[in-house]
């Protein structure tokens, strides 16, 4: 069973830092693709950031220059470090995972995705 464990999240006046954390326990799986999302009360879950293992990591505008999304891959971990926060950051962050794991001697592989259960943030002036 896959689990995504979050931590990090907390109050922080406006301008301060956070650095989020997500470690994924494997079951098997190998994560290609993990993210942090967001999500304010009553609107849609939406991307932050995300870190695919090929490729540059991706940014909402929002974010750019002061998040940054980084991975520990011997530890199947990612983090969010959020720099010069602002008021309009404050959400739950959830934490995404997609990979794939080998069910057969075949070597056929099956596709999930994983959820962590949200850490809230939340930014004052």
Known sequence: QVQLVESGGGSVQSGG????????????????YMAWYYQILGFQREL?????????????DSVKGRFTIFRDYAKNTV???????????????????SGT????????RVRREFWGQGTQVTVYS
């Not at 983090?79 to 995972?97: H, R």
């Not at 794991?101 to 056929?108: L, T």
């Open 48 to 60: 932050v950031a995300a870190m695919p293992s090929e490729g540059d990591a991706i940014y909402v």
């Open 79 to 97: 983090y969010l470090q959020m720099n010069n926060l602002k008021s309009e950051d404050t959400a739950v962050y959830y934490c995404y995972a």
């Open 17 to 32: 830092s956070l650095r989020l954390s997500c470690t994924a326990s494997a079951d098997g799986f190998e994560f290609d």
């Open 101 to 108: 794991k080998v069910v057969n001697v075949e070597g056929a």
